[in-house]
């Protein structure tokens, strides 16, 4: 995988948690909610490029971030 690609997800990622003012364990924890087996660490990892998303978390952040699916990906 393309690990510049992933560390610029990642920082997007977090650029749109904190635009809705949450933090890693607020998103997780919602993240949680919508069925996702995430943690807040996972979540930080995700966040720094070390760790892939899966099609559940992708829909999830789409869902609570309240973004198009577009905005999730750079």
Known sequence: MNTDYEKALGQNIRRLRMEKKMSQEQLAAQMQVCGCDITRSALAKI????????????????????????????
Request: hydrophobic share 45%.
């Open 47 to 74: 966040e720094v490029g070390q760790r892939h998303l899966y099609p559940d978390e992708i829909k999830a952040l789409h869902d609570i971030l309240e973004v198009p699916y577009e905005a999730v990906f750079v």
